[in-house]
């Protein structure tokens, strides 16, 4: 069964501070990718990587740093959170090949005070 | 640019029903597919089904098919003979075959109440 485990389930920030958002996937799948979910919308890409040490701008990167220091593993750096940043982030995983579909984590629930 | 527009927030339906979820884009692209997830309530995103653009067939699985109306770019979900556990958030997404990134860009959903 493929897996995307996202890492904490839960965070509360300060404005300022450094947070790591943690994603893990034993797919073997090349593709890994960060979405944002904020309230009564859909998912938007920040940012994602083809593979260990790739990282690639989505469509709103602003204030997000990526690392993809292996297949597996994947994190998203907020460096100074900002409460605008308060968000449900999901990470997911795919072969990269726009014809299938993605997998996704259970999400991380950030609230940045 | 790609753009997805799902129009009705919300939706409603009696147990047994059938519910059909609309959904339009914006791709300058010949070659994409729409999919469609479903959330659940506990944020888990689950996949339904997909439609390629290059398919003039409408896909099937099992209750789920896709009404799909690619001139007009327009697709529609339909739910047969649904159930409470049906409810949830429905979105409709767009990936593009050019860039061949996997990149998904998503509808702003339709919450879906099925009443029993």
């Known amino acids: 069964e493929a897996a995307v485990t996202q890492s904490p389930r839960n965070k509360v920030a300060v404005t300022g501070g450094k947070v790591t958002l943690s994603c893990n996937q034993t797919n073997n799948h090349n593709n890994m990718y960060w979405y944002r979910q904020d309230t009564g919308h859909g998912l938007r890409l920040i940012h994602y990587?083809?593979?260990?040490?790739?990282?690639e701008k989505g469509d709103i990167p602003d204030g997000y740093k990526a690392s993809r220091p292996s297949q597996e593993n994947f994190s998203l750096i907020l460096e100074l959170a900002t409460p605008s940043q308060t968000s449900v982030y999901f990470c997911?995983?795919?072969?990269?090949?726009?014809?299938?579909?993605?997998?996704f984590g259970s999400g991380t629930r950030l609230t940045v005070l | 640019a790609q753009r997805v527009t799902q129009v009705q927030p919300t939706g409603s339906s009696q147990w047994g029903e059938e519910v059909t979820l609309d959904c339009s884009y914006e791709t300058s692209e010949y070659f994409y597919r729409i999919f469609w997830y479903r959330q659940l309530f506990s944020g888990e995103m689950v996949f339904l089904i997909y439609q390629p653009s290059f398919d003039t067939q409408n896909q099937r699985s099992g209750r789920y098919s896709v009404v799909f109306q690619k001139s007009f770019k327009s697709i529609s979900l339909v739910i047969s003979a649904s159930q409470p556990e049906d409810s949830g958030t429905y979105f409709c997404?767009?990936?593009?075959?050019?860039?061949?990134?996997?990149?998904?860009?998503f509808g702003d959903g339709t919450v879906l109440t099925v009443k029993p």
């Open positions: 997911a995983s795919g072969t990269g090949k726009s014809a299938e579909t993605l997998y």
């Open positions: 997404a767009l990936s593009e075959l050019i860039t061949n990134t996997g990149k998904l860009t």
């Open positions: 990587s083809y593979g260990a040490g790739s990282t």
